[in-house]
């Protein structure tokens, strides 16, 4: 006896189509991912990376400002610069430090018993 291939065929369908609703409900039921942890840390870095710019450029700008005000060589800009990069440098660590929880050195050490 043949088998009708259209038989086969509405069977495969219906195999599928549970494999689908089971896959749909295992997804529903997955929670959500936290995204905002992800773009907490993108603020951050964004905040940290445009302080660090502008002490860069304010200490540029100062600098090319003593410059033109003396009529001197570049050596305002180059030491302008430094600072500006020695005080983006410190608002870095400055920012790191407040985003790290503080740590006690003394590490709790129990009492030794006595006989």
Do not use: C, Y
């Not at 800009?77 to 983006?88: R, V």
């Amino acid at each position: 006896m043949e088998e009708n291939p259209n038989t086969s065929n509405l069977d495969t369908l219906e195999e599928l189509s549970r494999k689908v609703a089971i896959a749909r409900e295992s997804h529903q039921q997955a929670p959500e991912p936290d995204r905002s942890a992800s773009s907490n840390a993108m603020a951050v870095g964004m905040r940290m990376a445009s302080e660090f710019v502008s002490a860069i450029l304010v200490g540029a700008l100062l600098g090319f400002g003593i410059d033109h005000w003396l009529k001197s060589t570049p050596i305002g800009l180059i030491i302008g610069l430094g600072i500006g990069f020695a005080a983006g440098v410190t608002n870095l660590v400055r920012a790191a430090r407040s985003m790290t929880p503080v740590v006690s050195s003394a590490q709790s050490v129990p009492d030794e018993e006595e006989d």
